[in-house]
Every structure is written in C-alpha cells, then in structure tokens.
C-alpha cells in the first residue's frame, strides 16, 4: 500500500476519541512501512503504524523523532511535524482543530468529528526518514 491509498483510506474517518483507526488499518500500514500522524485530545501528537508512540504538543508544537520514535526528553533529531492547534484550515477552508507541517513527503486525510473538520493528519513512509 502507498501512502497515498493509505491516506485515501482514512480520509473521512469520524475522531472518536484516543486509537480511532482499526487493528486492520494500523496493521496495512505497519506492513507498508507507514506512520500515520494525528491529533488526540488537545495536546497529543500521535504515531501509529510502522512505529508507533505519541508527542506531546498542547496549544501546537513541534514533535522531533527518528525511526526509533519520539525524542522524549527533548532532544532534537532529526526529523520533526509541527503541530498547528486551530491554526489551520482545508482546501475549502474549513478550520481544523489540528493540522500539521513538515518537510517529510507525506499524503494528507480529514478526520471529522460531528461534521466539523477535526484534524488534517499525515501519512508518511518510514523509508523517507533514515
């Protein structure tokens, strides 16, 4: 699977509180090589599929990481997603709770929570971070 049919996949998917994503889906993706990023609750960064762990970044921040996962103490690595918190908005111009940035090639997906426009998540292949 591409990160594109992944995010093709999760686009649409309705925020449903913390780990929205089937077993099924996270497991396609751990096998593809793929992170999905989101936004939890209002202050969580999440990772899940080929490697899976969490960030914290209330009111937005930026998450640095490398293959082994989340730099907890703070510590720059050298990959990072900024997080943007109601600071962003869709093609039609929807305003998301969380929508991200980084330099990392990605596909993006909506997550919709009782049809507002929650979250404008990630998809990236761990092969593009060494």
Excluded at 28 to 46: H, Q
Excluded at 86 to 96: L, M, R, W, Y
Aim: hydrophobic fraction near 35%.
């Amino acid at each position: 699977m591409t990160k594109k049919e992944l995010a093709e996949k999760l686009n649409g998917t309705e925020y449903a509180g913390y780990r929205i994503f089937s077993k099924g889906i996270l497991q396609e993706a751990k096998e593809s090589g793929l992170v999905i990023v989101y936004g939890a609750s209002d202050d969580l960064m999440e990772f899940e599929g080929a490697f899976e762990d969490e960030g914290s970044c209330y009111d937005g921040g930026t998450v640095y990481f490398d293959r082994n996962g989340v730099s907890m103490d703070g510590t720059v690595r050298k990959y990072s997603v900024t997080a943007k918190w109601c600071d962003g908005e869709d093609e039609e111009g929807n305003p998301a709770a969380w929508s991200y940035e980084t330099d990392i090639p990605h596909e993006t997906f909506k997550i919709w929570e009782d049809g507002e426009l929650y979250c404008i998540g990630l998809v990236f292949a761990i092969d593009d971070i060494r």
